[in-house]
C-alpha cells in the first residue's frame, strides 16, 4: 500500500474537498434492524438486486483508482451487510493496493466475523466498525428483527480484536422509548474492554423507517446521561470533518462518540462520496437520486471519460439536507434507503 496522500483536486459548490468515499457492496443483508430494513417491509418475498447487476469487484477497484486519483485517500464497505458478500476480503486486498489508498475500513454486525475477521486483516483491511444497539438480550433481538442473538455480535466482535484490529468500533443507533435506557451499559462496555462506542441519534435515512422527531433523543441528553454516571469531557476531533464527536472518560479509561446529525448538523465538513452497489454515485446519504457509472463503465467508457463524469458531480454539489430539515415535520421526500447506500 502507498501511504502518500494526494492533495484534494476536486470540490463542491461550497468547496468541500472529496477525501472519503463509502462502498455498498450489497443490499442485501441477514438482520432486519428496525431503523434501516424493517421485517414487515423487506419480507421474504422483497426483491434485492440480481448479481448481474451488481458492480464487480474489478469494477469496484477500477473506479477506486479513479476516485484515488481525484483525493480519496479512505475507503469504508457497508451494505446492507458486506460479509454476505461472497469472498469480500479479495476486494478489500484489491482497494488495499491502490496508490493514495491509506485507510480501508468496513462496517457490519459481526455476525460472519467469527468465520472472516483473520481473512480480512489479512487482505488488508485496517478498521472495522460494529454494529451493537443494546445489551439487552430482548431489545437486541427487537431491534435486529430477531434474526441473531447478542451472543453471535459479541463473538464477532472477541474475533475482530483477536484478528488484530484495534481500537474497534461500536455503532448503535439510539431511538427513545426503545433502547436509549440501555445506554450507559454500552458506554461501561466499551470502557472496560477497550472499544469506542459511538452513539447515533435516530435519522431519517429514506422512507421506510417510521422516523419521526420524538423518537429520536438528542447528542446533548445521550452525553448527559453517560456524563451523569461514568463523567465525560469533551476531546477535540482527530481530523478535520469528523463525524463523530469525542468525550472521554475523565479517569483516562477510553472514550465514546455521539454522531447528531439529526440536531447538531455537521453538513459543512462532509467530504464523502457514496456508491451503491449497482454503480450509482450519491453525493449525500439522504439523496433521492444518483448518478449511474455502471452504464458507461460497462459501455466502455475510459478512465478519462469516467473521471469527468465524477468531477461534474462533485462540482455541483450543493447538498446538506441534515442544515435545512424541518425538526417540526416528519420528511416527505423520496430518499434512498440506507441499507442501500450505507450508515
Not at 418475498?45 to 480519496?72: C, D, M
Not at 485507510?103 to 485496517?126: I, K, S
Not at 451493537?132 to 447478542?150: H, I, K, Y
Not at 447528542?219 to 477535540?236: N, T
Amino acid at each position: 500500500m502507498d501511504n502518500h496522500r494526494p492533495t484534494p483536486t476536486l470540490a463542491d459548490a461550497l468547496n468541500r474537498p472529496l477525501r472519503d468515499l463509502r462502498i455498498s457492496v450489497t443490499d442485501r443483508c441477514n438482520f432486519r434492524c428496525t431503523y434501516c430494513m424493517p421485517a414487515e417491509i423487506f419480507g421474504e418475498r422483497y426483491q434485492f438486486l440480481p448479481r448481474s447487476e451488481l458492480l464487480t469487484f474489478e469494477e469496484i477497484a477500477r473506479l477506486v483508482r479513479l476516485f484515488a486519483r481525484l483525493g480519496v485517500h479512505k475507503v469504508r464497505l457497508t451494505g446492507g451487510e458486506p460479509l454476505v458478500r461472497q469472498q469480500i476480503e479479495r476486494l478489500v486486498e484489491q482497494i488495499a493496493a491502490v496508490d493514495g489508498i491509506d485507510d480501508v475500513a468496513l462496517t457490519t454486525n459481526g455476525f460472519l466475523l467469527p468465520q472472516q475477521a483473520g481473512a480480512l486483516r489479512a487482505a488488508g483491511l485496517g478498521r472495522v466498525t460494529i454494529s451493537l444497539d443494546s445489551l439487552d438480550e430482548g431489545v437486541f433481538r427487537q431491534m435486529n428483527g430477531d434474526r441473531a442473538q447478542l451472543e453471535q455480535v459479541l463473538a464477532g466482535i472477541d474475533a475482530a480484536r483477536a484478528a488484530g484490529f484495534a481500537p474497534i468500533k461500536i455503532n448503535a443507533v439510539v431511538q427513545r422509548g426503545v433502547n436509549d435506557h440501555t445506554l450507559v451499559d454500552l458506554a461501561r462496555f466499551g470502557k472496560d474492554n477497550g472499544y469506542i462506542v459511538r452513539f447515533i441519534e435516530f435519522m431519517d435515512v429514506g422512507t421506510r423507517n417510521g422516523w419521526a422527531m420524538e423518537h429520536v433523543v438528542p447528542a446533548r441528553e445521550i452525553v448527559s446521561r453517560i456524563d451523569a454516571v461514568l463523567p465525560l469531557e469533551p476531546v477535540p476531533p482527530n481530523y478535520p470533518g469528523e463525524v463523530a464527536r469525542r468525550f472521554r472518560f475523565r479517569d483516562g479509561s477510553g472514550e465514546i462518540g455521539v454522531i447528531a446529525s439529526v440536531t447538531q448538523p455537521f453538513c459543512g465538513g462532509c467530504t464523502r462520496l457514496r456508491l451503491s452497489p449497482e454503480g450509482s454515485l450519491f453525493t449525500c446519504l439522504f439523496a433521492a437520486a444518483g448518478t449511474d457509472l455502471r452504464a458507461p463503465l460497462r459501455a466502455g467508457a475510459s478512465d478519462g471519460e469516467l473521471e469527468q463524469i465524477v468531477r461534474g458531480v462533485w462540482h455541483r454539489r450543493t447538498d446538506r439536507y441534515s442544515e435545512i430539515r424541518s425538526s417540526l415535520t416528519e420528511p416527505r421526500q423520496q430518499k434512498v434507503e440506507m441499507y442501500h447506500i450505507g450508515g
